[in-house]
Structures are given as C-alpha cells and as structure tokens.
C-alpha cells in the first residue's frame, strides 16, 4: 500500500543529512559540554556551532539562544519566565484566542493564580487585529504572546505590527512589556527574523525542522530577564538548568541550517503542491469550507472542514489506505469540545468535528498529492452515506429541485 | 487502546447502511455531550426484525456500533433484541477503547427508543 505522509505540523520526518550530523554525538563523542576536558569541549564546540547556526535562521545573536527540550519547555519558559519576573509591574496578559495549548494552557494556568488574560479574537480568517491589540493594552500588561503562525489553518499572525506597537509604547516610556511570540510552526516555513519582527520571545522546536524530537530554543533578547522554571545548573547562561542534549541540538542546528539554505526552494514546492490540492479536492468534493485566510498562510497547510462528516471517522478511513492526516474533531483530541481554533473563526459545531489538516513536507510528490485526490473523495462519499446529516441535506436537495 | 481490525472493517465497509422507506420503528438519538447522533429504521413481522438498517453521524465508534447492531438485529426477535446489552455489542467490535464507550450505549438505546415505539416492545429500560 502507498503511504502518503500529510501530518508535517504534527512532526516530520528526520532528514538523513540531520542524521548524519548527529550521530558521532551518540557515539565517541559523547562529552559534557560543561566538562573542562577534551570530551567536553569538542561537546562544547559543537553545541557553539549549533547555537550559530539556529540563530542564523531567525537573525538573532548565538547568546540569545536558550536550548531546551521543544516548543512546549520554551512556551512555558518564556510566558511563566516573565509573568514572574514582571509580577511587580503588573499581571496582565494579551494572548488571541488560537494559540497552541503550549500557550493556552500556561495562560490558563496564570489565570488560576491571579492573572488576568484577554484573549483576542481571530474573526473568520483566522487573523488577530492590530486595533483589537492596542484595544487590549492597560497599564498593567507585561506580556503580549501572539503565535507567527497557527498550527491548524496556518494563518499568519501580524507580529511585526504587534513589535512597532510594542516599541511606540517603549519609546513613551513604558519599561515593562514584552512581546513573545510562538513560531514553532513558521520558522523554516516562512523567513523569521527577529528584529523585523521586534519580538522579545521566540519559541522554536526542532522536530518541525526535520530534527529529531527533544530539542527547542527559547530566543531571549539581550536585556530581558526572566525567571528560570528549572534551577540547579548554571547551563545556558543560567536559565536552564541541566545538560544540554548535545546529540539532539546539533541535530537542530544542521535543520536550521539546511531550512535556512533550502527555504526558497521547499517553499515553492509546498505551495504548488499544496494549491494543486486544493484546486484538486474543489474540484471533486462539494460541500467543503476553507478554515483560514487562503493568501496570507503557512505554504504547507491546507486545512478543509467537510460538511455532514466527523474528523476522526475520515482520519480512520484515509489511514486505512496510507494517508496521513489529522483533525479538529473532538474525538481525537479526547475531549467533548472540538478545535477552538475553528470554532473561533466562527464555524459551527458541525464544521469544526469535520476539520481536516493536511500538512504537506519538503518530501511530498506530485504523485502523493494525486493518490490522495483519489482516495479522499470516496472516503468522504461513504461516510456521507451514513450520515442522517447528508441524507436530509440531500432530501431536502431534490425536493426543492422537484419543486423548481 | 487502538481500534481493533473488525472495528476498522466495520468502518470501512459498514453493514446495514441506510434507512428503510416503510419501516414498522424507528428512532433518532443524539448524545447531548458530544452531538454524535444514530439513526435506526426496521422492518418487523409477526415480532422478528425483518430488516435494519442504520444511519450516524459522529466519531468512528458510533459509525461502528450503528453498523455492528444493525448487523445483528436481522431475523432477530423483537424480544431478544431488546436484551441485547452494551457488552454484546462492544464484544461483537472486539472491544472498544474506554473512552469511546458511550457509543455503546447510544446504539443500545436507540434501539430501545425504537422497539419502545412498538405497542408490542418490552421497556426495558424501565
């Protein structure tokens, strides 16, 4: 059976050239980057290198670089860092309501022990407003944190905006707001530069870079402090504790250095491709919606809720012929809601169960893309056929098309 | 716990799909908490199912368990089928993850609410 692998915002695959890279690092040269010794410092080297090369791909300094295990470590560092930190100055927080659950849930949390948060919303295209931004602000606010781009429907957020807003209220004066934004999902999708962006924060994870799972970096501007969530090491520059995963960072850092090379071309690839689906899968299945601004998104993603479907039973049917994907739908997710990212572009119940997210790599082929324009079709026609929603729909169809 | 083989079978080719024009009972039910709803039509003569078919809507369990009872129900007494229990069916699917259970007993009291549509059909329920 052909496999066809369209769930690239969940993970990808390790690039071999990534493999490669690391793999002396889990062999003979296993040091402690902290250990004084010969071991130690050809760890030590190689973690400099990494650090280099994964601040090249977002245009910050080496040192501003804090590596941990992933997006979520850095999500929470960087938000619980400085609402700590800044609890003398004030406890408000702006956030919009489609972050990742890394940033919703530390919300949450802070909200449970005294903080206040305003959660922006998106609209039906899935994009914060600037105006709703400035609306937001109060004296007391420390901290905006507002994605790059969003993991289900890939929309691209107006950060750089958020930055020039945060630096007007700097320039008045104001010395305790910060920006933080989550590009976990952008960085290697999208160019990220850091003082374009005029962000404070930034949250990356490997293993959306084709590296391994275990690996992130928190980027900390020179000059913010925050409070470290692990202590009892004095590893990256004391703001997290523990031996750094030398094997993992130098694979994060040959992908950042291979995205950062390679980013016009696989950029070009996945929106071709992904056009080509989506043209491909209008043109063959009716009754689907859209989920987010088609023009200003991630390349790779298209996201589609399919009417009169729950997400999962879809899921099922197209991994039971090799395809890849995921869903909004509730099921999946364990909980009785579905996605509050698609319920937040203002989509009913329905629209958001049958969500599906198909995110294409810089390793899917025309060929992929033209096996799941023959799969999918069928597998949403016999759900349909189970379904009372699509029976009434229809029923409903041909007596108005009788009574024409 | 992943979904068994004849879980997935049942999904993919599901059995008794569709809705019956002149059926003698059925019923429609929603499971308030999730929204996942379950079609049942049949054809009864002289107190034996002559015919089911289902319709649903919702995650992979219900679609499975739609599929699985009204697989079942054919040549069945209406009186057996109102004993079929939960188990059975989940039995029949070979096991359901826990959390997914509920799909169980929505088919389950679909079936009641369309048997109880039937002057004939026991509660049992009660």
Sequence with gaps: MRRVYLDNSATTPVDPRVVEAMLPYLTEKFGNASSVHFYGQEARVALDRARREVAALINARPNELVFLSGGTEANNLAIRGIAESAVEHGRHIITSQIEHSAVRGVCDALEKRGWEVTRLPVYGDGIVRLADVRAALRPDTVLITVMLANNEIGTIQPVAEIGALVREERERGRKYLWLHTDAVQAAGRMPVDVDALGCDLLSLSAHKLHAPKGAGALYVRRSVRLTPQSIGGHQERERRAGTESVPLIVAFGRAAALAREEMPARVEHLRRLRDQFETGVEARVADIVFNGDRETRLPHLSNISFRYIEGEGLLINLDMQGVAVSTGSACSSGSLEPSPVIRALGRDDELARGSIRFSLGKDTTAEDIAYVLEVLPRAVENLRRLSPLYQKATAGRSRETTNV | ?126
């Design chain 2, 1 to 126: 716990m992943p979904y068994s083989e004849t879980f997935k079978d049942h999904l993919a080719h599901p059995r008794n799909a569709g809705e019956l024009a002149d059926a003698d009972a059925s019923a429609e039910l929603t499971n308030p908490a999730c929204g996942d709803r379950l079609r049942l039509t049949l054809r009864i003569c002289d107190g034996r199912i002559t015919a089911a078919r289902f319709l649903a809507y919702g995650c992979p369990p219900t679609l499975a368990c739609g599929s699985a009872l009204a697989g079942m129900l054919e040549g069945v007494t209406t009186t057996e089928a109102a004993r079929i229990t939960r188990q059975q069916l989940t039995k029949l699917l070979d096991g359901l993850p826990a959390r997914k259970s509920h799909a169980a007993a929505l088919a389950i009291e679909t079936l009641h609410a369309a048997l109880r549509g039937r002057d004939s059909a026991p509660d049992s329920e009660g």
